[in-house]
């Protein structure tokens, strides 16, 4: 019995058919709790596969191990988010004096303040490096952190909190500043808020998603560019 | 058929993208580069096939499945980052609440307003 335990756990399949359950399983809770913004799909996936390695004594470890085909997926899907930037041309094409303007100054700020308000509090250089890239969309951030050195579990839980803060404080701010340019507060929810941010400006309608992907996008990239560069040279 | 040479697209693409960070060992991840390959090459033909179309449509949806299984991570380094979580919390909360403030200021003063274009071009004729 113990050997069949032991021979499943250390099966691929069973490591994808656990994630594929689990991210389902949280789509379909995140849909009856209402599409709570404060609480992603993924995090609710991220739960329910956490429980399910503790149920089965599943080391966190030999999971990652057996599931690592799977997230080689990730490489070609990051790719294809070309595509989706391209579509969106012509608001680039458009309005690229603001975007120039924004989009560095934004990023690097969002990345500044976390790791100057952790360095401030004496965090070590391990927990700067997985804070810096937390307002960059996942696939991208992943392969900042593999440049930077910090621990991606980390990284991506600042990432999901950062997204979910993101909405929260964009609809509270954007009332407090008296903003309502479906562009601006789309933007911000990209830049800001990565993914996460995305979800809730396509909530504010079509252009305001439109111009959340372009940040989101621009922010990736700028910041994949210049972080580790700016991270050899402090570092 | 059009998912699989779609695919293939991407896999050449980010293998592009693998040999160039290699070649000039730049600091950006293979993936990274091969997206700014693909998005050259889209840009310079003006013309966006329709099996990439496919295959990043197909892809894409599955980003948040994908990255799943290193969010899960988060709940095994609790102990390791102990001592820090205040730090941590504190700079993701602060930090993300000073950044929107920044950027929506920033984009306020940088957007040109919604339709103001046609709305002086009303007012003047």
């Known amino acids: ?235 | 058929m059009k998912l699989l040479r779609g695919f293939l697209w991407l896999l050449v693409f980010q293998l592009f993208g693998h040999a160039i960070v290699e070649l000039l060992s730049l600091p950006v991840s293979h993936a990274l580069a091969g997206l700014l390959l693909l998005l050259t090459w889209l840009l310079a033909r003006r013309r966006l096939n329709e099996s990439v179309a496919t295959a990043s449509q197909a892809l894409i949806p599955l980003l948040a499945m994908l990255i799943m299984p290193g969010v899960v991570g988060v709940f095994f380094v609790i102990d390791e980052f102990a001592g820090h979580w205040t730090a941590i919390m504190l700079a993701l909360v602060v930090g993300t609440f000073l950044s929107v403030l920044t950027t929506l200021w920033l984009m306020r003063r940088f957007m040109p307003r919604e339709a103001t274009d046609s709305d002086t071009r009303g007012r003047q004729g």
């Open chain 1, 1 to 235: 019995m113990s050997e069949l335990h032991a021979s499943l756990l250390d099966s691929p399949i069973l490591a994808a058919a656990l994630t594929l359950a689990a991210y389902l399983g949280g789509v379909r809770l995140f849909e009856r709790l209402g599409r709570p913004s404060w609480c992603p799909a993924v995090l609710i996936g991220a739960v329910l596969t956490a429980a399910s390695l503790w149920l089965l004594r599943y080391e966190y470890v030999d999971y990652r191990r057996n599931v690592a085909w799977l997230t080689l997926l990730l490489g070609p899907a990051t790719v294809a988010l070309a595509v989706p930037l391209y579509q969106q041309r012509h608001h680039i094409f458009a309005l690229w004096r603001p975007i120039l303007c924004c989009v560095p100054l934004a990023a690097a700020l969002a990345a500044l303040y976390a790791v100057l308000i952790a360095w401030l509090l004496g965090a070590p250089p391990m927990v700067l490096a997985s804070l810096a890239p937390k307002s960059v969309t996942a696939p991208i951030a992943m392969g900042i952190n593999e440049q930077i050195g910090g621990s991606l579990s980390l990284m991506l839980g600042g990432l999901l909190i950062t997204g979910v803060m993101s909405t929260i404080f964009v609809s509270l701010l954007a009332k407090w500043l008296r903003i309502d340019d479906k562009r601006l507060l789309g933007f911000a929810l990209g830049v800001n808020g990565h993914a996460i941010g995305i979800v809730r400006a396509f909530e504010l309608g079509p252009t305001a998603g439109a111009f959340a992907s372009l940040g989101m996008s621009l922010t990736g990239i700028f910041t994949a560019v210049l972080l580790p560069l700016v991270w050899r040279l402090f570092g």
